[in-house]
């Protein structure tokens, strides 16, 4: 589970940002609330919290293994391994896995490659 941050009011909506810290968020708001007073108005915005699960690709092609973030997985690589003989192919998917599920992500399956 990941969080980013956003300006939310009931009357003014999101801000469309997914904001990295809660400070940058409150930036965002006070930008809103001057853009409203100039127009005689003010903005109802309030920095608010939203978790997510981000979602990641499995990947598999000839022995190798990879887990990247994104559903298309073309986003940072999350875990990675080889397999062979020594290290069986189940242990080592359950490895990459699990490495990538510690890092907050769920991980789906490739449909066809
Ligand atoms: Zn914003």
Redesign the pocket.
């Known amino acids: 589970m990941k969080s980013y941050f ?2 939310r009011g009931n009357v003014r909506g999101t ?1 469309g ?1 997914k ?1 990295q810290t809660e400070a940058a ?1 409150e930036k ?1 708001c006070k930008r809103d609330m001057d853009g409203c007073k100039t127009q005689g108005g003010y903005s109802d915005r309030f920095v608010s919290e939203v978790e997510y699960t981000p979602l990641a690709k499995f990947i598999e092609r000839r022995g190798e293994l990879q887990v990247r973030a994104g559903e298309k997985g073309r986003g940072k690589l999350l875990s990675f391994s080889y397999w062979s003989g020594n290290l069986g192919r189940g242990e080592a998917i359950a490895a990459v896995l699990r490495e990538a599920e510690e890092q907050g992500y769920e991980v789906i399956y490739a449909d066809d490659e």
Do not use: I
């Open positions: 956003e300006a801000c940002h904001h968020a965002c």
